[in-house]
């Protein structure tokens, strides 16, 4: 049958290619709440079963999932399911036109026909009785057949009499009887499911069935059954071994499953809809209701009971018992310790940890340990680093210098590679100082004194929990049960009581019961009062010790088990089980069996009729039991009163038998236990009271026997006799023998004794008949367990529906069943039998010896490498990873490629291709197998750098969990994936129609969470189980929800940032903590740390490459996230903060960006927003790179000059605030705190285009402070920390231009003496000639010899060096010069400063050190080490400043003021008109200096004359007006602040413009193909020295806005991505090419003049000219032009 998909439109997502859609509505109920609710059937189909392009008709017993929905989810999910008015529609019943279709006589005569034939087969079938069936009852039952597959005629086979003639002939001997109530059986279920239960239950629930089925008739019924399950739970555990049950359990678990399902359904199907049952009152409903609850959570537990025994669980669970799982956050990822994380010889080789400082372990979340590093870090303290991050790898040391509130935050000296690197808190561990350090062996006796120490001894504990604890897990615990109810057992306790006290019969069952009543004043109980029992801990204690005497062996078994007994027993609370425990008691007959195998043939002397003595010691009364038996059956007259006895014993204490079974499975050589054995098992089956032992537990001893190449063939013989006696006494063991493989087993024997074993070949055959009977015990085992588990998945659905704790008996325990192995990874070799190598393969083993240090290098050609894996029979790899080393260089791999195939000869089928990035360290190959593979080989085709041979750290394979772990965790997840899903969508919904309801979504969320922690809590038994829980509650929960809150509206704005707009809006109203904004904030910062609280998880890189982010990089703030998180809600979370932080700065910018105090409000805003990120998201840096976004984004938005008035102000208002911390003291503190806070701000300006106009400012105001005050170490520490900001790095060649000008001037120094020293030396050389000659000649000759030679020595001397000596031997105090050494390329000197003539304008002193110094320059210039590059020559500026002094005084002053003042020492007055001329300053340049000197602090004065213009300058006499005569007096001339709106700011316009044209017009010119970013960079820069563009008009007009860099060009591009009229491609980020035809330039600016009427004058247009001829990127020869701005 196929069905069409109704509603194929609503999908919901349940993993990788597999969606649910909803199908069918099947019923509906009334809820707890008083609401209706819907069963809705979800078909899951995988990507292309779902018809998409093709039919849309889907196969009927496609897997399915039933979830009950409210009227709201369905109106979120499946709208259409509801009409016009809002009622659900449901769908047609096309039955009913059948019914229809008959006529209403025509029916009734049927009925009447059916009714008399139901007669007459009753009557035949019991003429019959013992002889053959006569034909006439055959054909009645053949036409009943018929009438059944009628469905209008349902109804009346629902007559007790049908069910009475099926009974009687499925109890029928006769083959023919059986087969026509088979066929008669399937046409009534052949209608649908329902009234296939309904058949198959009423059968079942006929007293003592079992005995008046045979085989056949039991089998008929399981078919039916496995036929009816097939489809409602197709489930496959492919893989699993499932234990051999024979038919008579099955048969009972198949009643015991009907019985719960038909419970279930009368459950849901009571409740009906209100108003329908007006006739009932409300108690009786509610008391139906609890009484159906109550005996469907009792037939659910004996269902799981049966079920965990015959899956044989129990004996195979683990001697420790279940551990219990610590109580920590499910959706919260565990982080490993990181020391257990490194491998081992880096463990090995860290040989020093910390005394006092705590480790990552310590700390629930990654959060709290990074606060706690950051309180507790100081400078100077050595740290280690815990994760590979970048350059950095796990287990390297350091030293920390220094943080800020950049990303990353940390910066550390390592000394693996010598220099410092930003790392984040997390990462570090704290090793202190040198002091707090200690040896690795001091720690191992730490850990020995511990581990082995002390009990008794309590050690001081560590874990404290700091207040960020909070943003780790902001859910609600579960809070603490009162007193009151802490003293009673909680009604699941007292079930899982009950359920032990309904299992007891007769005296057993009123002794618990007065034990009851006694202790509750004698209240008459029934199973109403019973239910609602309040039974306190004492009762509770008093009949746990009263039950275990009363219960038998499997029911003690679930007992001990049991969650109520470990929790309540007296022996539970002292701490000291006295009974032993199930587990213990199973593995008695193992040990037995075990000693026994060992054990060799008794000696001759010991008794031969006791061979069992040895084996059954240490059991007591229980193996006395089994000696008993053999004595019984010995006897010649077999006793079988005492034989029937002993079997109602061992029935209830099966571990004897099951020993004596085992015991076959020993070595050969105990012939004579076999032998016994064999003949008392023998005997045994003649008893049918024995076949009721559990002989399938012990059936594979027997098959070991019989397989064993050593077994006696008299023992063999007498095995195969007891093999076919028992598959003769009941076929089920004859199902048992053909699972476990016995016609093979028969055959090779048969083949080995040359087939003289009597019976072998009809024991063979028979067991080769219940082939199909073997499939179908299989197929019905597998629906049990799939029907269990759905079941399961239900109570939790209506668990997390309801919120009503689950009261179902053993739920813990099948659910520790079902998980169990969760924890279990076979690995390694357990996984392969061998590996090979293409060469050296001696050296193969370093492959798995877990040791990173080791690696296997090949020896070969090129692609020539492999490894071949042999895996083992029938392991899925789950993981296949290579281990991989960057320090390898060309011999690590660069491309890996893995085939597969079944030998070594065929490998044929390539599995995957992997491109390995060189920063990789882990390679994944293979991930989650679905299909084995014998043989997988890994071949390296290609190394790094062009290698030839190749280096492999190790091989690490993992295979799958060989468990029902997997299977139930699928169906776990995929039922919560669904529910969570689906109630996501309706509070979506909720949320759409009215944004105030998020407020609510906190509250809700932590129901939900909370709802999910205490069920892992209480019944999921291990972390991986409850973690996956988690992860998937969580991904379907609130990755939807984020989704959807975060997705922007028609208007543009979302759900969620609306709220954070509103949040911030209202901060500050929210400091009283009584109004009605502090509650609303409350709200929104528990709903926003609530979605953000799942902390993440470092995850290394292992495909892709690691790139450097944050510090040690460009700041890209769209590049950095954080990881672990799930991505959908890490980015739309910090989207829309993103957007809502770009919304605030946006409207803060229109409004303040004219304020004369817009830099201080700004930073202010600025932080109040940081604090608001701190206060919604918590110490996260994925938001904290949001808020840099949304600010980054807010300047982005403001037209040029605009942004250029921003950061104008910005460089002007650090220019103030490094001034002002000269002061020192208070005031200059304060100026230090305001300039961290702007520099904090400013670093969002990297990367972006405002970077260039703030750089270009900065510099001019940097220039001029330190031309007039100096360098300080504050200009450093501002560059150290906005670097990035800079990009051309303008102001860094500045520092770097004063530090080689000092380097010069040391040198310059030495140089002086050197010259001093030759000018003394000539002079003691020319004196010496004098006094040589003065004895030979008279005075007067002597004279004129001695002025001949001194006019000879002086005319040796050059002009030049005379003016180059003239401070050599001046007479006066020589001032101390200091030159500057600027370079144009860094320093803003082209505009600003003119030409100094030092002939004209310094005195002879000064002016013989400025030539000197020139002559010292220009000799350096043949040293390479001081500058490299062509010669340069010195220009001497205006430029500096000095010191003069003035009496008393000390006059700081600029050059221009030295000078005037030096000048005025040889003159009385002078004019200003004089001055101007001789200096060849500007007018405004001179009267800027001659103000400050005739101010009232000055030493001037200024005389205005009419005949002289200008007026003339005079000392100042101290008689006019005294002032003081000491101390220092600053006249330098005050900085000068720049403003956008002058010409040079148009300027810089204009050239961004400029730039803007060249960059489209040389995209357009390559077309879609694009150009990569570098390629781009140089043709622009090409066209703009070397093209006609720009024009010599626009370029002298431009100024120094015609310089263009590399970096220009680069922002501009930047720019243009911003505007989208540049896009990259996908696949190659380093493509650019152009999108869309937008204006690139804004045509009208706002004016920046606020006393401006309107806005600027229109912009005029210009075409550009540019010819093909000396333009690389011209694609044409024709001529072609563009249009910019002017």
Not at 1296 to 1307: F, I
Request: charged share 25%; net charge negative; hydrophobic share 40%.
């Amino acid at each position: 049958m196929v069905g069409e998909l109704r509603y194929r439109e609503f999908r919901v997502p349940l993993g990788p290619g597999l969606h649910a859609y909803p199908d069918e509505l099947i019923r509906q109920r009334w809820g707890h709440n008083g609401h209706p609710e819907y069963q809705i059937r979800w078909l899951v189909l995988r990507r292309g079963e779902d018809g998409e392009g093709g039919s849309s008709q889907v196969d009927c017993k496609a897997e399915h999932i039933l979830l009950w929905m409210s009227s709201d989810e369905i109106y979120a999910n499946c709208h259409k399911m509801l009409g016009e008015d809002g009622q659900v529609i449901w769908p047609s019943q096309e039955t009913a036109g059948e019914a229809g279709a008959l006529d209403k006589s025509v029916l009734e005569e049927m009925e009447t026909d059916v009714k008399s034939l139901i007669q007459r087969a009753l009557r035949q079938l019991e003429e019959c009785v013992g002889t053959m069936p006569p034909a006439p009852l055959l054909h009645t039952v053949h036409v009943l057949s018929a009438y059944a597959s009628i469905e209008p005629l349902t109804g009346v086979f629902k007559d007790p009499r049908v069910l009475d003639l099926l009974m009687h002939m499925l109890s029928s001997p006769d083959y023919q009887i059986r087969w026509s109530a088979g066929r008669m059986i399937q046409a009534l279920a052949s209608h649908d499911a329902g009234t296939r239960t309904q058949i198959l239950l009423s059968l079942s629930q006929q007293e003592a069935i079992e005995k008046h089925l045979d085989f056949d008739s039991r089998c008929a019924l399981l078919a039916l059954f496995a036929q009816a399950t097939l489809s409602e739970h197709p489930m496959s555990f492919e893989g699993i071994q499932l234990p051999q049950v024979p038919g008579r359990l099955l048969f009972s678990l198949v009643k015991r499953y009907l019985h719960v399902a038909s419970l279930l359904d009368q459950l849901n199907d009571s409740a009906a809809e209100p108003g329908a049952q007006n006739s009932s009152a409300p108690e009786e409903l509610s008391r139906e209701r609890g009484r159906l609850e109550l005996e469907f959570s009792m037939a659910m537990g004996t269902l799981i009971s049966e079920l965990v025994q015959a899956m044989r669980w129990d004996w195979a669970s683990s001697r420790q018992g279940p551990l219990a799982r610590s109580s920590c956050s499910i959706f919260q990822p565990q982080l490993a310790d990181a020391g257990l994380a490194l491998p081992p010889t880096q463990a090995q080789s860290s040989l020093r940890r910390s005394r006092r400082f705590r480790p990552r372990s310590e700390f629930a979340s990654g959060n709290t340990y990074a606060l706690y590093v950051r309180d507790t870090l100081q400078p100077g303290m050595r740290v280690r680093m815990l994760d590979d991050y970048e350059e950095i790898s796990a287990g390297d040391e350091g030293k920390f210098q220094q943080s800020n509130n950049g990303v990353p935050p940390v910066q550390v000296l390592w000394e693996s590679t010598g220099r410092t690197y930003w790392v984040h808190w997390h990462m570090l561990e704290i090793l202190g100082f040198e002091e707090d350090i200690e040896d690795m062996a001091e720690a191992d006796e730490y850990r020995g004194a511990v581990g082995s120490g002390a009990q008794g001894v309590a050690l001081p504990s560590w874990r404290w929990k700091p207040m960020a604890e909070l943003y780790a897990v902001p859910y609600v615990l579960p809070e603490d049960e009162d007193t009151e109810d802490s003293e009673h057992l909680t009604q699941a306790e007292w079930w899982e009581l009950l359920f032990f006290i309904k299992k007891l019969d007769g005296p057993d069952h009123q002794e618990v019961l007065q034990i009851l009543q006694e202790n509750l004043d004698g209240e008459v109980l029934d199973d109403e009062i019973l239910a609602e029992l309040a039974v306190p801990m004492e009762l509770a204690q008093d009949l746990l010790l009263a039950l275990p005497e009363r219960l038998d062996d499997s029911a003690l078994r679930d007992l001990l088990s049991c969650r109520v007994y470990r929790k309540y027993a007296p022996e539970a609370l002292a701490g000291q089980p006295a009974y032993p425990s199930l587990l213990d008691a199973q593995a008695q007959p193992q040990e037995s069996a075990d000693a026994a195998r060992v054990e060799e043939e008794p000696p001759t002397q010991q008794c031969p009729r006791s061979p069992l003595r040895h084996l059954v010691e240490g059991y007591g009364p229980a193996g006395k039991i089994v000696l008993d038996l053999e004595q019984a059956l010995s006897s010649e007259g077999t006793q079988e009163s005492e034989v029937k006895s002993l079997l109602l014993l061992l029935r209830q204490q099966p571990q004897p038998f099951l020993v004596l079974m085992q015991s076959l499975d020993t070595p050969a050589a105990n012939r004579a236990l076999h032998l016994a054995v064999l003949r008392i098992l023998m005997r045994l089956v003649d008893f049918p009271e024995a076949l009721l032992l559990p002989w399938h537990e012990a059936m594979d001893a027997c098959m070991a026997c019989l397989r064993s190449p050593d077994a006696d063939r008299e023992v063999l013989q007498e095995l195969i006799f007891f093999l076919h006696r028992l598959a003769s006494a009941s076929r089920d063991y004859a199902v048992v023998l053909n699972q476990l493989g016995a016609r093979d087993a028969v055959s090779k024997a048969l083949e080995k004794h040359l087939g003289k074993l009597d019976l072998a070949q009809e024991l063979r055959d028979m067991v080769f008949k219940c082939e199909k009977h073997a499939h179908l015990y299989r197929k019905l085992t597998t629906n049990i367990l799939g029907g269990c588990i759905q079941m399961v998945l239900g109570q939790i659905e209506d668990y997390r529906r309801t919120h009503r704790p689950i009261n179902i008996p053993f739920f813990d325990v099948f659910l520790r069943y079902l998980c169990q192995g969760s924890s279990v990874e076979v690995k390694e070799d357990k996984c392969w039998e061998k590996v090979e190598v293409s060469s050296n393969p001696h050296r193969a083993s370093r492959l798995t010896d877990r040791n990173p240090k080791t690696y296997w290098e090949s020896n070969g050609s090129t692609g020539s490498h492999s490894i071949t894996v042999h895996m083992r029979q029938g392991v899925l790899i789950r993981q296949l990873t290579l281990l991989v080393a960057g320090e390898d260089s060309s011999y690590m791999p660069a491309r890996v490629v893995v085939f597969g195939g079944d030998s070594a000869s065929s490998l044929n089928t390539e599995l995957n291709s992997v491109n390995v990035m060189p920063s990789a360290r882990r390679v994944v190959l293979l991930e989650n197998l679905n299909r084995f593979w014998p043989v997988i080989q890994i071949r390296i085709k290609r190394c790094q750098q062009g290698g030839i041979d190749t280096r492999i750290r190790g091989l690490e394979v993992l295979g799958p969990k060989p468990t029902f772990w997997p299977v139930f965790r699928e169906q776990l997840c995929r039922h919560t994936r669904l529910f969570y899903m689906v109630r996501a969508q309706a509070w979506s919904q909720d949320i759409a129609e009215d944004r105030k309801r998020l407020l609510h979504l906190s509250s809700r969320l932590n129901g939900a969470l909370r709802q999910e922690q205490n069920f892992a809590d209480r019944f999921l038994p291990d972390d991986e189980a409850a973690q996956a829980l988690g992860k998937t509650c969580w991904e379907a929960l609130v990755s939807p929800l984020v989704q959807n809150i975060t997705c922007p509206d028609e208007d543009g704005v979302s759900p969620l940032g609306w709220l954070l707009d509103q949040y911030l809006q209202c901060r500050e109203a929210a400091h009283n903590p009584q109004s009605r904004a502090a509650a609303f904030s409350s709200r929104v910062r528990r709903l926003t740390h609530l979605l953000v609280h799942v902390e993440p998880c470092e995850v290394p890189a292992a495909a892709g490459a690691r790139r450097p982010n944050g510090r040690n990089r460009s700041h890209d703030w769209g590049s950095l996230a954080t990881p672990g998180l799930p991505s959908s809600i890490v980015k739309n979370l910090t989207r829309c903060w993103q957007a809502a932080v770009e919304e605030q700065v946006n409207s803060f910018l229109t409004s303040h960006w004219r304020d004369d105090d817009f830099v201080p409000r700004y930073c202010e805003h600025f932080n109040n927003l940081q604090k608001s990120s701190s206060e919604l998201f918590g110490p996260r840096a994925a938001f904290l790179l949001a808020l840099q976004n949304g600010c980054a984004g807010a300047l982005l938005k403001l037209p040029f000059l605009q942004a250029a008035h921003v950061s104008e102000q910005f460089a002007r208002h650090i220019d103030q605030r490094i001034q002002g911390s000269r002061i020192g003291g208070a005031r200059g503190m304060e100026m230090l705190a305001h300039l961290q806070r702007c520099l904090e701000t400013v670093l969002i300006f990297s990367g972006l285009e405002i970077a260039t106009t703030f750089e270009h400012y900065y510099q001019h105001y940097m220039a001029d402070r330190l031309l007039s005050l100096g360098s300080s170490w504050l200009e450093g520490a501002v560059l150290e920390q906005i670097g990035p900001c800079f990009p051309h790095r303008l102001p860094q060649q500045m520092l770097r231009t004063l530090s080689t000008s000092e380097e010069l001037q040391r040198q310059f120094h030495v140089y002086q003496l050197q010259r001093l020293d030759q000018e003394l030396l000539k002079l003691e050389d020319t004196e010496k000639k004098i006094q040589e000659t003065s004895g030979k000649e008279h005075v007067g000759e002597r004279q004129e010899e001695a002025e001949e030679a001194g006019a000879a020595a002086a005319a040796e001397v050059t002009e030049e060096e005379e003016e180059e000596n003239e401070d050599l031997f001046y007479e006066g105090a020589m001032p101390e010069v200091s030159v500057l050494v600027l370079s144009p390329r860094c320093w803003p000197t082209a505009s600003i400063c003119h030409t100094l003539n030092p002939k004209t304008c310094l005195p002879s002193y000064l002016r013989g050190t400025l030539n000197q110094y020139s002559n010292f320059y220009n000799k350096s210039q043949s040293y390479p080490v001081l500058e490299q590059g062509p010669q340069r020559r010195l220009q001497w500026t205006w430029l500096g400043r000095a010191e003069v002094q003035f009496g008393d005084q000390t006059l700081h002053v600029s050059t221009v003021q030295m000078w005037l003042l030096l000048y005025l020492n040889d003159l009385k007055a002078v004019s200003v008109e004089n001055l101007r001329a001789l200096s060849g300053l500007p007018a405004d340049t001179l009267n800027q200096a001659i103000g400050l000197l005739t101010s009232s602090r000055g030493p001037l004065d200024l005389h205005e004359q009419k005949d002289i213009p200008g007026g003339v300058l005079k000392i100042r006499d101290d008689s006019e007006e005294p002032r003081p005569r000491r101390g220092n007096v600053w006249l330098i001339p005050p900085q000068t602040y720049l403003k956008a709106e002058d010409e040079e700011g148009r300027n810089l316009e204009k050239r961004r413009n400029l730039l803007n044209c060249l960059i489209v017009r040389i995209l357009k010119a390559h077309g879609d193909e694009g150009l990569h970013v570098g390629q781009l960079v140089y043709l622009v820069l090409e066209a703009w020295q070397k093209g006609p563009c720009p024009p010599r008009a626009l370029v002298s007009g431009l100024g120094r806005g015609s310089a263009c860099s590399s970096t220009d060009v680069l922002s501009c591009i930047l720019h243009l991505l911003g505007k989208g009229t540049v896009r990259r491609r996908d696949d190659r980020p380093q493509m650019l090419s152009y999108a869309v035809p937008v204006t690139v330039m804004e045509p009208h600016t706002e004016s920046l003049n606020p006393g401006s009427s309107g806005p600027n004058p229109p912009l005029t247009f210009h075409t550009l000219q540019i010819r093909s001829r000396g333009v690389p990127y011209a694609s044409c020869t024709a001529t072609q032009s563009f249009s910019t701005f002017r």
